[in-house]
């Protein structure tokens, strides 16, 4: 079984900032895709941000520019930096970790853009 821990959602104004972290333990041996979903309210989970094992990264077209996904391969973690946060960021964070044909998702967790 693979665990993952996410931190780093709270409230925030707009234009601020935030990171999230996921932290992957229990039995990997070689992880692939990393990545985070959203679930605004009333709205269906989409994909934010993802980073596979050779780099490469993907964005959701409403979060390029703004938003950064990065990982630690040492420290099987994923990051997303998030910039220029705005009301409709608001949400529950989901990370996933691809650990050979299965995927597991974190509790998820909330961010709310609000003045």
């Known amino acids: 079984q693979v665990q993952l821990v996410e931190s780093g959602g709270g409230l925030v104004q707009p234009g601020g900032s935030l990171r999230l972290s996921c932290a992957a333990s229990g039995r990997i041996f070689s992880i692939g895709a990393m990545g985070w979903h959203r679930q605004a309210p009333g709205k269906q989970r989409e994909l934010v941000a993802r980073?596979?094992?050779?780099?490469?990264?993907s964005y959701a077209d409403y979060v390029k520019g703004r938003f950064t996904i990065s990982r630690d391969n040492a420290l099987n973690t994923v990051y997303l930096q998030m910039n220029s946060l705005n009301p409709e960021d608001t949400g529950v964070y989901y990370c996933?970790?691809?650990?050979?044909?299965?995927?597991?998702w974190g509790q998820g967790t909330q961010v709310i853009v609000s003045s």
């Open positions: 996933y970790v691809n650990v050979a044909t299965t995927t597991y």
């Open positions: 980073i596979f094992s050779g780099g490469t990264i």
